[in-house]
């Protein structure tokens, strides 16, 4: 099964409203004279919540190929849930993603894999595609193994939603924003390892249309690096996705390497 290749640009607390739609307006004109096919790899933004409707505006308004979704929500529909987000509010947006369980929202925030699982039950149920972020600090691959805790992070979730179109991105938390990245070969086997958790949970079928993700200081220069792999099919892109520039040429990988 042939699986479209997704480049994903979190913003993360970076860029007001104004600011989002002047990047997101200069990205899409840097794909178009680049002749970007967005069929071919697709390319999404993931800005702040506050700048959700200005960005879904644009997008709608100019008719934009380029696909956004939010970095977080709340795993309820509605009531006394101060500060945050309900899906039915991104999916009223016309979002077509959402970031969950991101190694921030862990660290800070403490959510656990069940917190994780539900807001990823939550996404589903709005038909938002919940973009799943499992990852593990130095610490933990050192003492436990490659691969073996984000495997158990996404088997909680595996085992507590129905079989449905998630992404799920690979994040090895001592490589976020460090500027060391993973080797395409660490990041291949960890990705096949959490493939192979999607199909003994959902099937061979659901394993061979999940996209996996890789994150971790992604950059234009090591991208075509991971994208050679088997079992990676895109990044989820931090720091570089705010330089549009820089974002475009990863976005446009196939051309610039020639993969």
């Known amino acids: 099964m042939s699986r479209t290749p997704f480049i994903a640009g979190n913003w993360k607390m970076n860029l007001d409203h104004l600011q ?13 004279d680049a002749r970007h096919d967005h069929d071919d790899v697709e390319v999404a933004v993931f800005p702040p919540f506050t700048d959700l409707r200005s960005v879904q505006t644009l997008i709608s308004a100019d008719k934009l ?10 795993q309820y529909d509605s009531g006394a849930y101060t500060g ?6 991104l999916a009223a947006l016309d979002a077509q993603y959402v970031i969950v369980g991101h190694s921030e929202r862990r660290t800070m925030h403490g959510e656990t894999d069940e917190v994780v699982a539900a807001k990823t039950a939550a996404a589903v149920k ?13 610490e933990e691959r050192e003492q436990r193994g490659a691969g073996v805790v984000p495997v158990e992070q996404l088997n909680v979730v595996l085992g507590a939603v129905q079989p449905s179109e998630i ?12 500027g060391q990245a993973a080797t395409p ?3 291949q086997d ?8 999607v199909a003994a949970a959902w099937g061979d079928e659901a394993a061979a249309a999940t996209r996996v993700l890789y994150g971790g200081s992604v950059k234009s220069g090591n991208i075509a690096g991971f994208l050679r792999e088997p079992d990676i099919d895109g990044a989820l892109v931090g720091g570089a996705s705010l330089d549009v520039q820089e974002f475009a040429a990863i976005a446009r990988f196939r051309q610039h390497v020639g993969l």
Request: glycine content about 10%; overall charge negative; some cysteine.
């Open 65 to 74: 190929s380029i696909r956004f979704g939010a970095q977080d929500l709340s």
């Open 190 to 197: 960890d990705c096949a390892a959490l493939r192979r958790a």
């Open 20 to 32: 989002a739609i002047a990047t997101v307006q200069k990205l899409a004109w840097t794909l178009k």
């Open 84 to 89: 945050d987000v309900s899906g039915a509010f």
């Open 167 to 178: 992404v799920v991105a690979y994040e090895p938390v001592w490589a976020i924003g460090s």
């Open 126 to 138: 709005h038909g938002i595609v919940p973009v799943v972020c499992v990852g593990e600090t130095g």
């Open 185 to 187: 070969e660490q990041a």
